[in-house]
Structure formats: C-alpha cells, structure tokens
C-alpha cells in the first residue's frame, strides 16, 4: 500500500507538473505578442536609433537622415606645427566674443587650461605680464574648458585676472585643437600658421620667459 501510495503521488505531481507548464505556456504567447507592439512602437529597428542617445520622433528621423553620427561631431587631428590655425567665434567670460580671424596680423597665444588643473594655474600669473609686454602686437586668450561660468568668473575675480577668458563649456573649441591634456598652449604665427605647441606647464616665471624668446623670434619674422 505504501508503495502504491508513492506512485500515486508521482502522478499527482506529474499532472500538476503538466498543468503548471501549459499554463504558463498559455500565459507566454499573448506576453509575447504585447512585447512585439511594445518594440514597434519604440522603433525596435537599431538601424533609426539616434546614435548619440536621444530620442528622435520617427518624422525627425526622416527629415534628417544626412550624418550618419546623428549630427555628433567628430573631432579633429591634433595640429601641429606649419598648419594653418583653425578659426572660431567664442564667448568671453565678460560677455563680449572674439573671432580668431579677426586678430590676424597678430602673433596669437591661445591656452587650453581648467581652474582644476594644478599646472594651468600655476603658469597663469605670465599672462598678464605677457599682456603687458606687448599690448596690441600679441592676441592671448584663455579657453577654459568645460566648466560652469559662474566658477570661471569667480576664479578670475579672486585672482585679479583680467585678460581674455573664453568660455567653452561644449568643448567645441576644444575639438578644434584636440590634445592629451591641458594645459595646452599653441602659438600661432603672424602668417596664421602654427608656431609651436606646448603640452604642459613650468612655474609662470619659466613659462614666461619661454613665451617670450618665441614671441620675440615671431614679432622679428617678416
């Protein structure tokens, strides 16, 4: 009787077993099929996902089909010296903008720094004493990248500085003249041509006297 017992409770357990499956195997299909609406309606289709992580309407997605980066840019090779420099219209940290090109002619300083940077900071103090030096025949600007104007504004408050700053908090002049780091100082010629590149930072003492014997053999080229 015990064994038969045992046998009978196998069966048992195998008709729920059975049960259970085609239960949930009836319960599966109508889950299915509200998940493949659910995907068509998303745009299921990986090919018309914007690449960049927004989200884009289906009519957006026909309109603008044209990069295929969903409109992110790319940016460019580092430059290096003998290139032409790479123009671009900013705004300055006391509201004002500058235009690269409209300080052609002039030899151009342009430094890639951040207030987070140890060795940005410490070369800043030669700028205003470059400024100084040379008045119109040098063009120095400052980019700062990527952070918050109102932090900006209030490192150059606190530290008196009052030579051009501009403000690229897109990083899209950073893009323009790519680097492994910052700071990054490029010299650009009176002929619009690269002069030289800097990657790095000495004492500001160091730096401007570095500038100097560069800005000085710039100014006497014809």
């Given amino acids: 009787m015990e064994v038969k017992k045992r046998k009978g409770n196998k069966r048992m ?3 729920k077993g059975m049960f259970r499956y085609k239960a949930a195997r009836s319960m599966a299909l ?7 609406l659910l995907l068509a309606a998303c745009g299921g289709n990986p090919e018309s996902s914007p690449s960049d992580g ?3 309407s289906g009519a957006d997605r026909q309109e603008d089909q044209t990069p295929e980066n ?5 940016p460019l090779a580092p430059v290096e010296v003998g290139d032409d420099y790479r123009d671009f219209t900013a705004t300055l940290a ?4 500058i235009t690269l090109s409209d300080h052609e002619g002039t030899v151009i300083l342009l430094n890639f720094w951040a207030t987070w940077c140890g060795p940005c900071v410490r070369e800043m103090p030669a700028f205003p004493m470059l400024v100084e030096k040379y008045g119109e025949d040098l063009t120095l600007l400052a980019v700062n990248l990527g952070e918050a104007e109102v932090n900006v504004k209030s490192f150059l408050e606190r530290n008196e500085y009052e030579f051009p700053v501009a403000l690229d908090q897109e990083g899209e002049i950073g893009m323009l003249y790519p680097s492994d780091g910052i700071p990054y100082t490029v010299l650009i010629g009176r002929d619009g041509k690269i002069a030289s590149i800097h990657l790095g930072a000495d004492t500001a003492d160091a730096m401007y006297a570095a500038y100097c014997e560069e ?3 710039l100014l006497e080229e014809e």
């Fill in 70 to 74: 969903g409109g992110k840019k790319e």
């Fill in 215 to 217: 800005i000085d053999a």
């Fill in 30 to 36: 109508p889950f299915m099929l509200a998940l493949c």
């Fill in 54 to 56: 927004g989200s884009t």
């Fill in 94 to 97: 006391d509201g004002s903008s």
């Fill in 13 to 15: 357990k195998t008709v």
